[in-house]
Structure formats: structure tokens, C-alpha cells
Nanobody
Framework: QVQLVESGGALVQAGDSLRLSCVVS?????????VGWFRQTPGKEREFVAA??????IYVDSVKGRFTISGDNVGNTVNLQMNSLKPEDTGVYYC????????????????????WGQGTQVTVSS
């Protein structure tokens, strides 16, 4: 059973930087997972932010050039470096994992991801 634990959430000001970490455990040796980040605000659906899928790094348009996902699909930690934070980046950030995907996999949809962490709060004040 894959387990994910996020950390690094905080209250920061607009323009600040923050790094979130996701520790992944419980993977079967030789079985690779994509690791992604989603965020959610009250009353809204969970939104895809970024993912690391083998050698591909995928970002939602609103964070391109500001956020960087790093790590690998066999290591224990995947980080999300967030720079030039904006108030609209506020939310609970969740780490997620699913088997490595290809082609037309709908990674934007939260239900496409198999494992989830408990979330970490990021609040960006203006």
C-alpha cells in the first residue's frame, strides 16, 4: 500500500516562495508511480497543479514558470518548489500517486489518481 505524507505548508505573503515535500513509502520494488500535486479550496473541486511522470514534468498553465516539481519516480521524496506565490495559489495542497501513465490518460482528473496524502495548507496573503 503506497502512503504519501505532505509537509511544508505555511502562511506566506504574495511574492514569497515555499517548498512542499511529499514522502512516498510502501512502493513495491520495481513498480513505478507518477507523483502529482493537486490543490483545493472550499467549495471547489480538487485542481491539478503539477505531476512528475517518469521523465515528464507536467504543469497547469497558471503555475508554469513559477512552480517546479522535482524528484523521481523511484525515490522517496517529490518536492514542489513554489515561487512568486499569488493569493490565488491559496488552498490545501495534496500529494497523489498512481502507476506511471501514458498517452491519453486523464491526469487532470483527481479520480484518476489512486493514492492520496492528507494535505498541507498553503495560505498566500495579499
Amino acid at each position: 500500500q503506497v502512503q504519501l505524507v505532505e509537509s511544508g505548508g505555511a502562511l506566506v505573503q504574495a511574492g514569497d516562495s515555499l517548498r512542499l515535500s511529499c514522502v512516498v513509502s510502501g512502493r513495491t520494488t520495481g513498480y513505478y508511480h507518477a507523483v502529482g500535486w493537486f490543490r483545493q479550496t472550499p467549495g471547489k473541486e480538487r485542481e491539478f497543479v503539477a505531476a512528475l511522470n517518469w521523465n515528464d514534468r507536467i504543469y497547469v498553465d497558471s503555475v508554469k514558470g513559477r512552480f517546479t516539481i522535482s524528484g523521481d519516480n523511484v525515490g522517496n521524496t517529490v518536492n514542489l518548489q513554489m515561487n512568486s506565490l499569488k493569493p490565488e495559489d491559496t488552498g490545501v495542497y495534496y500529494c497523489a500517486a498512481t502507476p506511471i501513465f501514458t498517452g491519453s490518460y486523464d491526469y487532470l482528473r483527481a479520480t484518476s489518481w489512486q493514492y492520496w496524502g492528507q494535505g498541507t495548507q498553503v495560505t498566500v496573503s495579499s
